[in-house]
């Protein structure tokens, strides 16, 4: 049950009379305004901008938005489910609902259980990709902010109804990748005896690398030594990318992320009669002329040292809003990053994907506009990207800054986070600010066990509310608490300000769903849930004063029945919340 979406339709319905009466022009979009909690609690239980967002349309039969939102407030006022609804300020409404609404509310949650706040399934399918990493070494922790935002962002579309596939883009072509190989074979060669001295500047030196050395000595043994590089180069890499897969796949298993596919980028540079996926893609666009051969203006400011005034392979992607037009071709012949990119997201559309969120770092910000362009123009405009960048990550402990680690070479590897903070604590971390908005992430601050610990206060709430339905299930022994009982009981007895402020947060969690599924921010998950922890736990630490408040109380089995039936709510609640966001939901705190 969606308060705001009924809402919102009952709103919907009062604009629509307007609109009959000819006081409104025919033919307005009615589902452009919000309803949403108003930001003071004091001004009532929902607020809307109807009336600010029809202000115009309204002229000249109403003269100003405040005139408008009288006559809202006039229709509403007739409304069963309303207590009160009022004009502020420019033309706002307040509505204060009557008590029994949240009443239905609590009971509709008690009823649904986990699929409380759940979305209807839509059908629509959508392709989120993410993490996404070059199989170069092991996951480093910005990989893992990227990670964990991904997951809990498909795993928040899919609670919401949609149709979710999960992604990872294998970039196993290009020059880094045979960085990998001859990094590996002198792993190689030292795994055979030799003495390789200090890793050569250029390659990776990170000893993670050693395994793989060990395992093409255990399967070439010393029969690649002295052979030339051409001779090696293709099965070390093949062999090299294989073990960093099973690597990075270990890694986001300790971060309980999973990929549902994982597309190989070298499969589209195959040729298949002598053609690569990428030359149709390519050829296919220069048939619709939006591929040709020309010059590029030189970048304003000072020119990098890189900058060739040549005649190359361009994509036109200033007819997609793209700023420039931009090059598919290497001044050597070999296809761009972008080139691999177009074919690689005209492979999804292909496969039926025409919604793709891309989840990067945000280091590749500037990569943005021309795949846009890009998706927009191999799929004549009927599919959409929309690209989710994840700032940095900087790891402090004890106020300073942690840069690198052995494993990792130049880098603190996520595996090495997860294991010294937790799995829960990594994740509910990573998702406690805005994805674009850098994170500081202190190592000893995420395992305290106190209240200034987001996912601590969180999960304690949860475990608090179990432990509850084991003291009342002592007091009460023998007694049905399960939810459909609890769901029978006299929830009009929650009178209490701290209990109607619970039912009212147990109320916006639909919503918060819908709205934070609409804007890619499960982040908002997290925020709700913490704001429903604290007011749980600041009206529990109530009851420690007064004894009446309790939510076990033995002389009024009624009362502690609708209590009962509040945290079970609230609990199922957490849970859900939890689970979107990959974080475990404890009965216990240990």
Known sequence: ???????????????????????????????????????????????????????????????????????????????????????????????RLAPKVFVDVLRAAIVAGADYGRGAASGEKVNVEYVSANPTGPMHVGHGRGAVFGDALANLLAFAGADVSREYYVNDAGAQVDVLARSAFLRYREALG????????????????????????????????????????????????????????????????????????????????????????????????????????????????????????????????????????????????????????????????????DVWGADHGGYVKRMNAAVKAVSDGKASLDVRLCQLVRLVRDGVEVKMSKRGGTFVTLREVVDEVGLDATRFMMLFRKNDAMLDFDLAKVIEQSKDNPVFYVQYAHARGKSIFRQAQTVFAGADLSGPALARADLALLEDPGELELVRLIAQYPRQIEAAAQAREPHRIAFFLHDLAS?????????????????????????????????????????????????GAPSEMR
């Open 1 to 95: 049950m969606n308060i705001f979406a009924e809402f919102q339709a009952r709103i919907g319905a009062v604009l629509q009379g307007v609109v009959d009466s000819g006081r409104l022009p025919a033919g307005l979009d009615l589902r452009r305004f919000t309803v949403e909690p108003p930001r003071d609690a004091s001004h009532g239980d929902l607020a809307t901008n109807a009336a600010m967002v029809y202000a115009k349309d309204a002229k000249p039969h109403f003269a100003n938005p405040r005139q408008l939102a009288a006559e809202i407030c006039f229709a509403l006022a007739n409304d069963p489910d309303v207590a009160q609804a009022e004009a502020a300020g420019p033309g706002f409404i307040n509505i």
């Open 535 to 583: 007011a749980f736990h600041s009206h529990w630490n109530r009851g420690k004063e007064s004894p009446q408040l309790r939510f076990v109380n033995e002389e009024s089995g009624d009362l502690s029945r609708a209590r009962l039936a509040l945290v079970f709510s609230l609990t199922s609640v957490l849970a859900s919340g939890l689970s979107i966001l990959g974080v």
């Open 194 to 357: 030799e003495d390789i001295g200090a890793i050569p500047e250029g390659l990776y030196p990170g000893d993670y690398l050693k395994p793989a050395g060990e395992a093409l000595a255990k399967q070439f043994g010393a029969s690649l030594i002295g052979k030339p590089e051409g001779d090696w180069l293709e099965a070390v890499r093949a062999k090299t990318i294989d073990a960093m897969m099973v690597m990075i796949r270990a890694d986001l298993a300790a971060l309980n992320v999973e990929h549902e596919t994982f597309f190989s980028e070298r499969s589209l540079h195959e040729k298949k009669n002598g053609v690569s996926e990428i030359d149709r893609q390519l050829e296919d666009l220069r048939a619709r002329g939006l591929v040709y051969e020309g010059r590029l203006p030189p970048p304003k400011g000072q020119l990098p040292d890189d900058w060739e005034d040549r005649e190359q392979t361009l994509f036109r992607s200033t007819g997609f809003g793209d700023d420039v037009d931009r090059p598919l071709k290497k001044s050597d012949g070999a296809y761009t990053y972008f080139a691999s990119d177009i074919a690689y997201h005209k492979s999804k559309i292909d496969r039926g994907f025409l919604k793709m969120i």
